[in-house]
């Protein structure tokens, strides 16, 4: 029996995530409704959470929640209702012969090429840590003071061009979303 | 003693499926957003698994990272289809067919 080499715990806490995120994806992939959808998606993203928390990766479990659950999926509602779209937009019949037939045959079979490899190859485990000079991973508190630690050393310069990125996308979100008016001097 | 690494792993993989096989079949540009972000997920959490698999918080640090992105991605994607809804009233993607040969 292999489930018993494994604490039940964890193995509820992995049934219970996987459950969580599948029946999100599925439905986000089957709603009609696009409310549905997202309401699906803030399921399957929770899922996603408490996989993170299993994992000893409680900052990025929070920020799941409060970035992803919260504000990416509130402005996906707050567009859906701006645009009053809130009705099925689908074809009756794809325009394009046999897309779901193809489309599934494709990813099932990456998919099933990536977990072969994955099922195949060798595995190199519990290498001391790079970005934390040997340190292991830490959980509660200490995770918290390993990621800002990291992100202000190693990763600084990647951290001051995701700030650049956040300004450049505000102003492009602003520019494309406002009222086009014809300014004085420019022929339209 | 936790789960093995292979059983998330599997999982992830199981969501990007899903996340694929949307993105490829669903008309409206709002879900075919979501999809992405199922995807976007699906990468995060095999980050996160192999961080703790190699001990080493890299992984979590990259899943930062993706997030922001995804953060700027959608506030972008989303400009655009309220631009694009501005002209057409529809969400659809099929109705984006001027480049068409």
Redesign the interface.
């Known amino acids: 029996m292999i489930a018993l080499?494994?604490?039940l715990p964890?193995?509820a806490v992995?049934v219970v995530?996987?459950l969580l995120?599948?029946g999100g994806?599925?439905g986000?992939?089957t709603f009609k409704n696009?409310v549905h959808?997202?309401l699906s998606?803030i399921l399957?993203?929770f899922g996603?959470a408490l996989?993170?928390l299993?994992?000893?990766?409680d900052?990025?479990a929070a920020?799941?929640i409060i970035?992803?659950a919260g504000?990416?999926v509130v402005?996906?509602l707050f567009?859906?209702m701006?645009?009053g779209?809130d009705h099925?937009?689908?074809?009756a019949s794809?325009?394009l012969v046999g897309?779901?037939t193809l489309?599934?045959a494709?990813?099932?079979l990456?998919?099933a090429g990536?977990?072969f490899l994955?099922?195949t190859s060798h595995?190199v485990?519990?290498?001391?840590?790079?970005?934390?000079n040997g340190t292991?991973?830490a959980t509660g508190a200490d995770?918290i003071h390993?990621?800002g630690a990291?992100?202000y050393t190693?990763?600084l310069m990647?951290f001051e061009v995701?700030a650049a990125?956040?300004i450049?996308?505000?102003i492009?979100?602003?520019?494309?979303?406002r009222k086009e008016r014809p300014r004085v001097g420019e022929s339209q | 003693?936790?789960?093995?690494a292979?059983?998330?792993?599997?999982?992830a993989?199981?969501?990007?499926?899903?996340?694929?096989?949307?993105f490829?079949?669903?008309?409206?540009a709002?879900?075919m957003?979501?999809?992405v972000?199922?995807m976007l997920?699906a990468v995060?959490?095999t980050f996160?698994?192999f961080?703790?698999?190699?001990?080493?918080?890299?992984g979590?640090?990259s899943?930062?990272?993706v997030?922001?992105?995804?953060?700027?991605?959608?506030?972008?994607g989303?400009?655009?289809?309220?631009?694009v809804?501005r002209r057409r009233a529809?969400?659809?993607v099929?109705e984006l067919t001027e480049m068409k040969g």
């Open positions: 080499a494994y604490a964890s193995i992995f995530s996987a995120i599948l994806a599925v986000v992939l696009p959808a997202a998606l399957s993203l996603v996989a993170f299993a994992q000893q990766a900052f990025l920020v799941e970035v992803y504000a990416i402005l996906f567009v859906i701006f645009l779209v099925s937009d689908e074809p794809a325009p897309q779901r489309a599934g494709a990813v099932a990456v998919i990536v977990v994955m099922a595995w485990t519990g290498v001391p840590s790079v970005s934390t292991p991973l995770n390993q990621i990291a992100v190693t990763y990647a995701t990125l956040l450049i996308s505000v492009g979100a602003v520019n494309l979303a | 003693m936790n789960v093995p292979a059983w998330y792993l599997v999982l993989a199981a969501l990007f499926g899903i996340g694929a096989f949307g490829l079949t669903r008309r409206s709002i879900i957003f979501m999809c972000e199922l997920n995060n959490l996160v698994t961080s703790r698999t190699l001990s080493d918080v890299g979590q640090i899943v930062f990272f997030m922001v992105v995804a953060a700027a991605e959608v506030t972008v989303l400009g655009i289809v309220v631009a809804f529809s969400t659809s099929d």
